[in-house]
Structures are given as structure tokens and as C-alpha cells.
């Protein structure tokens, strides 16, 4: 702790307690310990699973029994030896029906169950046979006007699919040839099967999959909803490879990233004699494509989109990274910037998600995963995050964000023809809402005479000091933002009873270099240039205090021409506006009076505290009715265009 203290003294006395510090920083962080996202499922190894395994499958279906007596092969030995299944699919060639197909894909399916122990190989042999004969079930134009969806058998031959298709790829997993271009040629009691592996509908590139896991071997805990589609296929985690060599578009996506997939096989029997059948191994990304078409039917797939981003938050370096941001901004801006969790998608809008102080994009996930499990919003949308270093006053991560979204114009829209790069939505909770405010707005003197009764381009500072108030309070509007969303923001401050604990806070807040010209230069100015030594705020907490200058600015400033603001407000007091502590404590943390704006085209306010107002089912459902209404107005082409400079560019000071 001493050398962080030593880091960036500010003229404060240094007897402070250490120890109370760390019981302020404690009392900070307190939600801020580690959070169990996912847990191992150990059901796969349970003794009483063994147990069940070593003594075989159940017995068949009564419908699958009722076929071999019909066929008198009860007499050849048990229903899944060798000799009946053989036999069996002897009768199937001979007369293709609907219960023939059920019958042998249940009864290789239970063959291979009683085999996986002893013989993997033959075990796989079985499975491969139970997809052959469910997937002729499903699709075999022969069957064509005779299945019925309302028969058991319909759901039990899926059930049938997806279970020995999982099967098969564990072994195919095990074997290293679970991954697109890989081939293998299996012998079933059809014949030989050549099999193949291949990326479909994928967003990703082949070369992005470093290797899967299965969705079924966990259970969510950290997030409390868990979105699924059921259908035909098996839903896998895929876990992205870090690049040897990043692009500028590999910078989007965060190191050890996973992401849904779905496996689907599809069979297509060979035409020639002696050729063996194929069969697609096909992957594909549930976010893009739901269904599939075969024979001219939609099929839905299987999907699990929860359990693979619950697999990625469980990467305990990024729960470090909200006290990290708020301690060390000096090293958190290294790694600071926009972030994608799925590629950047052209056509799709925006929705880039700000976090708030002592936060990080983590913040966002149950929202996120409410949200893309829409189908009307994620055909439309596309989400990205900023995470910034939240020691820093709000509006140096404001002139951050400018620059991340100018650069990333440049790298991902050089020629400026992706019409939805200029409809992002921008929606921030706490700090991060009056950072998503002030990059629609237009800087100029008003910032600068709020702390100053200097002319700026008289006032006797250093030039790095300069370029970083030019920087900080000259700006112009970001182009390309067309709406924007506060959640539960300390419009006009908050903290007014914890004066020392900002004090103290200051003391281990490690800024960046480019930020301590400005405070050097306020702390040696002696009142020659700055009115009084707080004019300007070292740390993002005294940048959120009440009595901040450039807070009040902001906060009277008038909304930008043709945005669209929306703002929701969290309140702890169930009585609500109606009782006077109720609009005092507001949320907890921000009073009703901060966090209420009367120029915005909605409020709503939701039962919630400070941490929890961007959670909560009724601000979920509000996010849904502002991306359904920016949609139509877009589609109507009543999004209006900024006629300014680019986005990034400083505006020509007055």
C-alpha cells in the first residue's frame, strides 16, 4: 500500500491512518469480491450415474418392443445385441416405416449407452447408427405427410438426435477432430459414414476456435436468467484463441472470449454405389441463426446463449477490474476502450453500454444477456461496451470515449458507408450516464470560465496542462450518437456527506501521467489562474461532488439538437416520490433530485438501489421500448444527421 501512496501525493498531510484507509476501500468494495458465475455440473460422475451405467440402459420403448415381436426377433437375443439390430435394419430396407426408423435409432442409442464403458469405438459405431435412423425419421421424404408433431415418438427420436449427437462429439472432442476442416469416416450397420466438420452462418472466422466445451457439463449461478431455444442440435461453449497477431479489430475483443455455438449433423445419403453416405458436422452461432431448412421445413435449433457468457465472466481477472479501474487508472487506461463480445457486425446498430464508478462492462452482463435473448432486438442491434479507468474525472473518460469512437469509425467504416455506425445508442449507468450525456454535447468556454475568470488562451499554464483542458472541455459531438439512456446518474452530484472519505480515497488513486500535468498545475497555481485549489477535481469522486463546477455546467447544459434522451432513476423507498426520505435517499446513493431530469423525452423510476437500478426487470423491459422505438424512427428515417466534424476532432475554441 506505501508505495501506492507514494505514488501521487497531493499536498495532503500524511498522517492518515493506513488502516483507515483500507477499512474506506473495504467499505467501497464490498460487492466487489469475486462472483461464481458457473459451476461445474458433476453429474457425469456421481457414483449412482456409474452405478446406472454399469448396469445398461432401460429397457426399450414398449412401441420399439411391440416392432421385434411384430418381426419375430425377439428369438435372436436382447433387443440391442448385434443380431436383432442387424436384423432389423435388413426389414428397414426392405420396407422404409416411421416405427422401423424410431425403433432402431432407440435401440442403437441403448446399444451404444451399454458399450461406452468397454468398447468407446463400438459405442460410437451405435450412436452414429441412432442419428442415421433419427434423422431419417425427421426428414426421409418417404415419412413426408405421416409424421405427426403430436405423436411421443416426435419429441423422444429429438431427444434420440441430440443426445447420441453429444455423445459422439465427446469423443470426437477427445480425438482432437471437433473442429472445422476436420474429417473421419465411421462403420455403422449401414455402411461406412464419411464425416466432416464446418463453420455455418458463423460470425467468427474458423482460425477464432481454440476448442468447445459443453453447455450440459455446467449450471449457471451467477446470472439469474438462463435463455434456451429447443430444437434439434447441441449447444457448445466455444473458447475464442488470443491471436499471435492482432489486428486493429482483434483490439474489440477481450482475451479468453467464449461464445455460444450450436452442432447440428446433417445426413445426406450417397447416390453412387459404394460411396459411403456424408454427414455435415455444421456449427453454427444461435445469435445469428435460430432455425435451419431442410426439405423445406423450418427447423428450430437448440440453443443455450446464458451458460457460455457465464463461462467467460467466471475469468476471475475480469472481477478485478472494477477496483483495478478506480485504484490504478494509470495502468487501467492500458487496456481501456470499446469491447465487443461478438464480431463487429455491419448493418446491426449499436448499443454501447457505459459502466459507472468502481464498475467495469461486468456491470452490464444480466442486462446484456436479458436483451439479446430478444430476438426483435439482437436481429437489429449489436452491443459493445466501454471500459474506462474510473479514477479519473468523468469528463477525461468522456474525451476518451470521443477518441475510441472516431477510432473506430476509422478502422471498422473507413469510408463512412455503414448508415447504422451513425444510429449508436449510448446508455450509461451512474458516472458512466454523464459520460454518455457529455459526447453529445459541444464544449466551449463555459467549462473552462466555471473554474477559471482567466481568458484560456492568456492563462499562464504549461502546455501539457493546456492540451489536456483543450482536450477535456473543447469538444465537438459525437456524429454517430443518436440516443442516449442514463440509469440511476448523479446529474447533480452526489456525496455531500463524505467530503473526508473523498479525501481519503484520493490518497491511493494512482492517476495516469497525462492527468497529473492538470493537477500539478492546480496545486502549484496559488490562485492565479484557478479560483480556489477544488476548481478542479483530481479524482472522479471529487469530479461527482455537488459543489463541482464543471458538474453544474454539465447538468444545466441543453440538450443537443435531434438526440433522443431517456432517463431512469432507482428509488429505495417503496412509497416512493410520495415520501419525503424517499426523494432524499433516492437509490441509496444518488438523491431523486441528482438523478431526475425534467428535459428528456421518458422517465421512468424503478424500485431499485444504486447497484441493482440497471439490473432491474422493469428497466430491462424500458431499454426494450427504447431500442423497439429508435428502430421505427430509424427505419422511418427520422433519425436526424449531425452536420459537425468528425467525431474525435476538438472544436475551435471561442
Known sequence: MDHILNRFRIGR??????????????????????????????????????????????????????????????????????????????VYRREPDLELAYALAELNYSAGRRSELLNKRRAIERYVGCLAYAYLYLFAPDFDGRRSAWDPQFRGVCDLYNSALERCLRTAQQAGVLKPGSEATINTCQ??????????????????????????????????????????????IAVRRDPDGATDRDGYYPRGLSFPVTAFLRWTPSVVEGEPDAAVLELYDPLEKSELKI????????????????????????????????????????????????????????????????????????ALNDLRSMPELRDRYQFWFYLYPTGESFWESAADLREELAAMRRVLDPSRKQTALDQIVVVGHSMGGLISRLVTLEGGDEYWNAVSDVD?????????????????????????????????????????????FRDLLRRVVTLPERSRAAAQELLTDDGKVFRHARSVPITSL????????????????????????????????????????????????????????????????????????????????????????????????????????????AAPMR
Not at 498531510?13 to 462472483?35: D, H, V
Not at 446463449?305 to 490504478?328: C, H, M, S, V, W
Open 542 to 649: 471529487d469530479s461527482l461532488a455537488p459543489n463541482s463546477e464543471i458538474l453544474q455546467v454539465l447538468a444545466d447544459a441543453p440538450n443537443a439538437h435531434g438526440i433522443r434522451y431517456h432517463n431512469i432513476v432507482g428509488m429505495t423507498d417503496p412509497d416512493g416520490l410520495s415520501s419525503v426520505s424517499g426523494r432524499e435517499e433516492g437509490d441509496g446513493l444518488v438523491s431523486f433530485a441528482s438523478a431526475h431530469r425534467e428535459d428528456v423525452e421518458s422517465e421512468i423510476i424503478v424500485q431499485a438501489t444504486h447497484t441493482d437500478a440497471h439490473r432491474h426487470p422493469l428497466t430491462i423491459l424500458e431499454l426494450r421500448r427504447i431500442l423497439l422505438e429508435h428502430l421505427r424512427e430509424a427505419d422511418a428515417g427520422g433519425v436526424r444527421t449531425i452536420e459537425t466534424a468528425p467525431s474525435g476532432e
Open 456 to 500: 484560456f488562451g492568456q492563462a499562464g499554464i504549461d502546455s501539457a496542462a493546456r492540451e489536456q483542458f483543450e482536450r477535456a472541455w473543447y469538444f465537438q459531438p459525437v456524429p454517430e450518437v443518436r440516443r442516449v439512456v442514463t440509469i440511476a446518474s448523479p446529474h447533480r452530484g452526489s456525496g455531500e456527506e463524505t467530503p473526508v
Open 191 to 236: 455402411g461406412p459414414i464419411r464425416f466432416t466438420c464446418a463453420a455455418q452462418s458463423f460470425q467468427w472466422q474458423e482460425g477464432d476456435l481454440d476448442r468447445f466445451e459443453f453447455v450440459a457439463d455446467y449450471r449457471v449461478v451467477g446470472l439469474p436468467n438462463r435463455y434456451r431455444t429447443f430444437g434439434l442440435g447441441v449447444p457448445l
Open 295 to 366: 426439405a423445406d421445413r423450418r427447423i428450430p435449433l437448440e440453443s443455450d446463449i446464458t451458460t457460455p457468457l457465464a463461462y467467460y465472466l467466471q475469468n476471475p481477472e475480469l472481477q478485478k477490474l472494477d477496483t483495478y479501474g478506480f485504484l490504478r487508472p494509470d495502468r487501467a487506461e492500458q487496456i481501456a476502450g470499446l469491447y465487443m463480445l461478438q464480431p463487429y457486425q455491419p448493418g446491426k446498430i449499436p448499443v454501447l453500454m457505459v459502466h459507472g464508478l468502481l464498475s467495469s462492462p461486468m456491470t452490464w452482463m444480466e
Open 13 to 90: 498531510p500524511s498522517c492518515i491512518n493506513t488502516a483507515a484507509l483500507l477499512i474506506a476501500l473495504c467499505c467501497m468494495t464490498a460487492g466487489c469480491f469475486p462472483q461464481k458465475y458457473i459451476e461445474l455440473e458433476h453429474h457425469r460422475w456421481r457414483p449412482q450415474k456409474l452405478q446406472a451405467a454399469l448396469a445398461g440402459p432401460d429397457e426399450p420403448d414398449e412401441r420399439s418392443l411391440q416392432v421385434l415381436r411384430r418381426y419375430d426377433l425377439v428369438r435372436l437375443g436382447k433387443p440391442d445385441s448385434d443380431d436383432v439390430i442387424n436384423a432389423l435394419a435388413d
